[in-house]
Structures are given as structure tokens and as C-alpha cells.
């Protein structure tokens, strides 16, 4: 993995079968300026033309690369703000309050899917919103800003999809020390990790119908809050089925992970999108290596304890030490 931080670590599978590029999406959370200073940030930087907006959202069209949904991720606020016209009376509360808003509540950053080859064209944003006074994770106690990142799977089948639930089954208590995540995301709901029973009922097969994944993930997982949300690529596949074991209206269907382990330090003069994009690479690399994946999971269920399960410390450990032994990290 790359040490220098505006490099973008190439995963072994950039292509998906048909010979396309893969595509990936970021969002970033932080607070400390406004949604007018965040589009400002975000045109100065990658240039685009505002081209919709309500008192909580603007919307930059960015020719070379797509639309950015900039938000304040506050659900009533949007919600009164879709209601409500801009050239009403009762919009003028809304505009306060949008502004008021941005010390307490995240503003959110939702970059189009691009290919993965093209990450270094959103070095600048992440610049231009640093320069502009955008803080991040540390900078809160009460809200959990991260990154999150929405990696296109390279095929859509159940083969790919149960090696990627494998690598993160078996990586997962590392990847937390690895991403170094904030004690106050850590205890927010949002990036809760696998219950063990699921990491043992995943690591017991070497393979899986697409039913059965769809059977044991949503026995154990059956909420977005998850630090990899698997919702909207199941739903990808049968959002009916998704919809009756999860009601929510927030799961939208796409073919992609959705990873929520990252912090977002956007306010650190050395922090780039690579830090998160190269640490979720070390998982895509292990997706790769079948026998190392194979190997590992028989470790996780033969270190398994009656009753105490699975040490967490000693695990991460062991998991350390092979990732570097056979240079995945």
C-alpha cells in the first residue's frame, strides 16, 4: 500500500466482466461551513454549474465527471425544504435554519460514481473544501462523520459477492484499527460491525447460493447500520425481498458496496480519500487470493472459544501478521 497520501492504490479487478471500468462513489460528512460555501468550494475546485437547489440541497453538474449532491444530512430539514418553493414566504425560516445548521448538523458531499482509475481527480475538492474551513470526525462529539465509499462490484453473481462477505468477515475487527475510527463513531449505531454468529455462519462455507446469502444476511443484518451495508446491492438483486425484511425508504439499489468504516479528517492538512480508498484495497486484494481467504477463515473457526467466542485482540494480531507476511498490507 502506497505511503504517500494523494496515492490511489489500483485494486486487482478494475474492469467488471463486460470490460467496463468499475465505478466508485464517495460521500464525505463534516461540518464548519455552510451548504452555500460547500458548492463554493466544490465549483472552484472541479468547476460545474449549480443547476438545482432547495434551502437544504445543491446539485453541481461537473461535466468531466457527473452531478455532486451537496446536503445537509438532516432528514426533516430536507424534507420541509422539498416541500416548500423557494419563492415562498415560508422559505425564508428554512434558509435560516440551513445556515444555523451547518455548526450541529453534517453536511454531506455524495460524488458520482467515477471509475476507479480517475480517484485522483477529487484531490482538489477535498483541498478547496480543507481550504474553505470544512472540519471533520474529530471535530464533533455529537455526530459521527466519516467517509463512506460505494465500490461497484466486478460481477454480480454469488460467487463474487460471497468472497467479498468472506474478506470482510475475516477482516473486519481488523479494519477498525486500521481506519483508526473515532471512539464516537465507534459508539454510534451507524458502522455497527457483524455479530459473530454471522462471521462464523459465513466462515463455515467456502461457498453460497445467492439465496442463502440473501437468507443469512438479512437474519443478522436486517438494518443500513452496518459498517458494510449490504442492503443496496441486495436490493439490487430483489429489492421486494430487501423491502419486506427492511422498511426503509433510504435503501437505494445499486450494485455496489456500501463501506462506512472510515473517518473523514478533511481539516488535516495530510489527509487525503486515498487513506480510505487504499485501506478498503487491501480487502479487494484478498477477495483475489482465494487460498489466503480460504486459509484464514479455517484460522477465525479454529481459534473459536466455547462460550467466549473469538479473541478480538488476538485475532486482530494474527490478521496483521499475515496481511504483511504475504504483502496484502
Known amino acids: 500500500m502506497s505511503d504517500h497520501n494523494s496515492d490511489f492504490d489500483s485494486p486487482p479487478r478494475l ?6 471500468s468499475r465505478l466508485v462513489g464517495f460521500e464525505l460528512e463534516f461540518s464548519g461551513i455552510t451548504l452555500d460555501e460547500t458548492a463554493t468550494a466544490v465549483q472552484s475546485a472541479l468547476g460545474g454549474e449549480l443547476h438545482s437547489e432547495t434551502p437544504a440541497e445543491r446539485v453541481i453538474d461537473v461535466e468531466s465527471l457527473g452531478k455532486f449532491n451537496i446536503e445537509l444530512d438532516w432528514a426533516y430539514l430536507k424534507r420541509k425544504a422539498s416541500e416548500t418553493d423557494r419563492g415562498e414566504a415560508g422559505s425564508e425560516w428554512l434558509e435560516q435554519l440551513s445556515h444555523a445548521a451547518a455548526l450541529l ?16 481527480a477529487l484531490e482538489p475538492l477535498v483541498h478547496a473544501l480543507r481550504e474553505g474551513g470544512a472540519v471533520g470526525t474529530e471535530e464533533s462529539l455529537i455526530a459521527a462523520y466519516g467517509v463512506h465509499i460505494n465500490t461497484e462490484i466486478p460481477r454480480l453473481d454469488a460467487t463474487t459477492l460471497f468472497a467479498y462477505l468472506r474478506a470482510f468477515a475475516v477482516l473486519q475487527w481488523w479494519l477498525v484499527d486500521a481506519h483508526e475510527v473515532d471512539a464516537t463513531r465507534k459508539v454510534s449505531p451507524y458502522i455497527d ?3 459473530e454468529p454471522y462471521l462464523k455462519q459465513v466462515l463455515s462455507r467456502s461457498e453460497a447460493t445467492m439465496d442463502e446469502i440473501f437468507n443469512d444476511y438479512l437474519e443478522h443484518n436486517a438494518t443500513r447500520n452496518r459498517a458494510l451495508d449490504l442492503l443496496p446491492m441486495l436490493a439490487e438483486i430483489d429489492a421486494d425481498r430487501v423491502q419486506d425484511a427492511v422498511d426503509d425508504p433510504k435503501i437505494k439499489a445499486r450494485p455496489a458496496f456500501h463501506y462506512r468504516l472510515p473517518n473523514c479528517h478533511i481539516e488535516r492538512s495530510d489527509w487525503s480519500l486515498a487513506h480510505s480508498w487504499n485501506t478498503w484495497c487491501i480487502l479487494e486484494r484478498l477477495v483475489d487470493r482465494l487460498d489466503d481467504l480460504d486459509a484464514l477463515a479455517a484460522k477465525f473457526l479454529a481459534v473459536d472459544r466455547p462460550i467466549l467466542g473469538v479473541s478480538r485482540g488476538d485475532w486482530v494480531a494474527l490478521v496483521d501478521t499475515w496481511l504483511k507476511d504475504r504483502e496484502l498490507a
Request: proline share 20%.
Open 105 to 120: 448538523v453534517p453536511v454531506e458531499v455524495v460524488c458520482p460514481p467515477i471509475p476507479l482509475t480517475d480517484l485522483a
Open 15 to 20: 474492469h467488471k466482466d463486460d470490460g467496463s
Open 193 to 195: 460491525l457483524y455479530p
